[in-house]
């Protein structure tokens, strides 16, 4: 599992495609965590409190779930954006 994270061996443009694909389930992470917190708001605010234990209890772990999916994709791209800068900086260098 360590080695998964030293993506100083992995060739630069496979860490930039991975960089590409983190920030694209970055996006949909976030704007999927938005609209589900939004409607459980507007679930809230139009039947009350007592709707999330009789039909909306999935719906928060919903959101946790969509919150846990944009973290982890951004810390994979600040990952691999640390990386990317380290290798121009090491090229601009020499």
């Known amino acids: 599992m360590k080695r998964l994270f030293r993506v ?5 443009v496979l860490v930039f495609l991975c960089a590409g694909i983190a920030a694209a389930v970055l996006a949909f992470g976030s704007l999927r ?4 917190g939004l409607s459980l708001m507007r679930m809230v605010q139009e039947q009350g409190w007592p ?6 209890w999935p719906q928060p772990f919903r959101v946790a779930g969509f919150g846990v ?8 791209f600040r990952i691999c954006e640390t990386e990317l800068v ?6 601009q260098d020499r």
Do not use: N
């Open 69 to 76: 999916i944009a973290l982890s994709a951004f810390l994979v």
């Open 33 to 36: 965590l938005l609209t589900s």
């Open 51 to 56: 709707v999330l234990t009789q039909e909306g």
């Open 86 to 91: 380290a290798r121009y900086r090491d090229w």
């Open 8 to 12: 100083a061996g992995y060739p630069a």
